[in-house]
Structure formats: structure tokens, C-alpha cells
T-cell receptor, first 109, second 116 residues
Framework: DAKTTQPNSMESNEEEPVHLPCNHSTISGTDYIHWYRQLPSQGPEYVIH???SNVNNRMASLAIAEDRKSSTLILHRATLRDAAVYYC??????????FGTGTSLTVIP | DSGVTQTPKHLITATGQRVTLRCSPRSGDLSVYWYQQSLDQGLQFLIQYYNGEERAKGNILERFSAQQFPDLHSELNLSSLELGDSALYFCASSVGPRGGKTGELFFGEGSRLTVL
């Protein structure tokens, strides 16, 4: 399974945008990029996923580099409820989700 | 609320004992996944069942076993428990065997196992 590299932790001020980076230099052509997050004392929840093009949904935006070797999850206005561990996962259709250790996001009031 | 139900929420037991964790998937989901989350290992994939059949195996110990019943609920059995088995155990479900159209998994709130 292709690996991803994320910073262990990041901080953001409340109501400011947050850019969470993920490097995946060994990504294959059929790997989708998924983002999940895990709020304290809860199970992980789906945030967004994409293959080649940038994606937007009600929770976040996903910006994918042209060479697909990196991506960035963008939270447009961080709230205290966005404090969580964010996981960037590469997954080929039919394969399993392998979670790394993710990025722990702290939101400062 | 993800729609995935796990019981019990907390469980304390002794080394050498056996426990069973239960998971009810979202209505209509045929796949069930089990994950283990310990402090030093992160989220580890254990096993997946689809419509009653084992679909994929991850880092599951031989002391652990699972099954999915005809009503689609699943049980994870942990035996000969060791201190290192203390962890959060998550169940997730999806519609199909491949994680659904969007690749989305729905996780329960987990069962916290403490082995003393």
C-alpha cells in the first residue's frame, strides 16, 4: 500500500482557513486520495476524497497537485469542532483503508 | 450518529480471559470492518466481512476471530487476552464489498477494552 506523510500536529486560529498537507510520492494511477477525521472519543468519519481533480463538499475542499504526489485538505473556516486527527489515505478501489497516524489539528479560540 | 452500533462501550477484564464485541452495521450495509486503535499503533485494520463471508484480513492475531451473522451483525472474539490487547476496537460498515460508491466507511463509536 502506498504511503502517505503528514505532519504530526498543526495549529490554527478559529475562523481562519486551515491547509492540511499530505505527501504521497509513490501514489499509483488508480489510487484515490481519501481524508477522514477522528474527533475526540469518536470513530473516524469521512471528509472527502478525489482522484485527479480538486473536489469540494460541505465539509472541506481537496486540492490535488498536478503530479498527484501531494494533496491538501482545506478547511475554509476552522471552528473549535474541527479539532481532530485528520488522516490522509491512499486506496485503490477494492482495497482496504490503511490509516496512518494522521495530523492532530488544534484550533485556538 | 453514523448508524453503526457497537456494544459494549467499555469492558474491563483480566489477562487470559475471553471477550466478545458486537457490531450492528448501518441498515442496508453488507460489509463490516474491524479496526484496533491503541496508543502506540494508530488505527490497525483487522478483518472485513461481506454478506457473511470473510473478505479481507489484516493484522489480526490468531487469538482473535470474527464472524458475520445472517442478520449482518458481526462479533469480534478476543481470547487469551494480554495486557497489550487493551485498545479501542472500532467497527465500520459500508454498502458494498469495496467500500461503497464513494469509498466511504461509517464507523461506530468503538468499544474500549481494558485488560488488567
Amino acid at each position: 500500500d502506498a504511503k502517505t506523510t503528514q505532519p504530526n500536529s498543526m495549529e490554527s486560529n478559529e475562523e481562519e482557513p486551515v491547509h492540511l498537507p499530505c505527501n504521497h510520492s509513490t501514489i499509483s494511477g488508480t489510487d484515490y486520495i481519501h481524508w477522514y477525521r477522528q474527533l475526540p472519543s469518536q470513530g473516524p468519519e469521512y471528509v472527502i476524497h478525489g482522484l485527479t481533480s480538486n473536489v469540494n463538499n460541505r465539509m472541506a475542499s481537496l486540492a490535488i497537485a498536478e503530479d498527484r504526489k501531494s494533496s491538501t485538505l482545506i478547511l475554509h473556516r476552522a471552528t473549535l469542532r474541527d479539532a481532530a486527527v485528520y488522516y490522509c489515505i491512499l486506496r485503490d478501489v477494492g482495497n482496504q483503508f490503511y490509516f496512518g497516524t494522521g495530523t492532530s489539528l488544534t484550533v485556538i479560540p | 450518529d453514523s448508524g453503526v452500533t457497537q456494544t459494549p462501550k467499555h469492558l474491563i477484564t483480566a489477562t487470559g480471559q475471553r471477550v466478545t464485541l458486537r457490531c450492528s452495521p448501518r441498515s442496508g450495509d453488507l460489509s463490516v470492518y474491524w479496526y484496533q486503535q491503541s496508543l502506540d499503533q494508530g488505527l490497525q485494520f483487522l478483518i472485513q466481512y461481506y454478506n457473511g463471508e470473510e473478505r479481507a484480513k489484516g493484522n489480526i492475531l490468531e487469538r482473535f476471530s470474527a464472524q458475520q451473522f445472517p442478520d449482518l451483525h458481526s462479533e469480534l472474539n478476543l481470547s487469551s487476552l494480554e495486557l497489550g490487547d487493551s485498545a479501542l476496537y472500532f467497527c465500520a460498515s459500508s454498502v458494498g464489498p469495496r467500500g461503497g460508491k464513494t469509498g466511504e466507511l461509517f464507523f461506530g463509536e468503538g468499544s474500549r477494552l481494558t485488560v488488567l
